[in-house]
């Protein structure tokens, strides 16, 4: 069996969460997007929906560039108080995420660093969802963070996978890739070669049986078993 030097992570749903106890740390229920920018609803999230790929890729300059796209689109003024407002809101409610990690998840880094593992992140993810990551308490534990929003290529695409690995100076078969399955990320791993384990630790119990065909991990420390020993 080849040796593991790498191991790449998933950041949201696998490192930290937006959710505790099944509910949004930050709620949504009084966010009213659409009627604040003065569109439907249901225009606003197709919209919002159909950008989604060119947010994460960043194609689109920033959070700002993304609503005048729609607004434009949609032949309404933009707001510039407003959308900077929801800009704000939106940064504060992906900051919560940061909030409330799993302390064994900080063991499992540790223990990784220890057994001296490179260790690396590949987020999908835009500029105002990431805006809290260098005031994190994980940050220092990795050699190498990936955003797809810098990067120009997002999970599942081969090529985020592979510049992960040529930052880390490793192949994709020294990699291990732990995630909780967004973006069909783990297939994705797979099909690079790496060896890929779903962490569910943070999903519902409803949720962790869609994703078929890796080992899954119900703890952050069963990693360490599963990859080291």
């Not at 302390?103 to 223990?111: D, S």
Request: one cysteine or more.
């Amino acid at each position: 069996m080849i040796r593991t030097r790498a191991v790449l992570f998933d950041l949201f749903e696998t490192l930290i969460s937006e959710y505790a106890d099944g509910i949004r740390k930050v709620s949504r229920a009084n966010r009213n997007h659409a009627e604040r920018l003065g569109l439907a609803h249901d225009v606003y999230r197709q919209e919002w929906g159909a950008a989604h790929n060119k947010r994460m890729t960043g194609q689109f300059a920033d959070y700002f560039a993304v609503m005048r796209h729609i607004l434009e689109g949609q032949q309404v003024e933009a707001d510039e108080r407003t959308v900077k407002e929801l800009y704000e809101e939106r940064v504060l409610e992906k900051r919560a995420a940061f909030k409330g990690i799993d302390p064994e998840v900080f063991e499992l880094l540790g223990a990784f660093k220890q057994e001296g593992l490179k260790l690396g992140l590949i987020s999908n993810c835009t500029e105002e969802e990431v805006h809290a990551w260098p005031d994190c308490e994980l940050a220092p534990y990795f050699d190498e963070v990936i955003f797809s929003y810098q990067a120009g290529y997002a999970k599942p695409d081969p090529s985020i996978y592979r510049l992960a690995c040529d930052r880390l100076g490793v192949t994709a078969e020294q990699c291990v890739f732990i995630g909780d399955g967004g973006s069909d990320e783990l297939n994705g791993a797979n099909g690079v070669a790496m060896r890929a384990y779903h962490a569910v630790w943070y999903l519902p119990l409803s949720m962790r049986d869609k994703i078929t065909g890796y080992p899954k991990l119900d703890r952050p420390l069963q990693a360490l078993d599963a990859v080291v020993r």
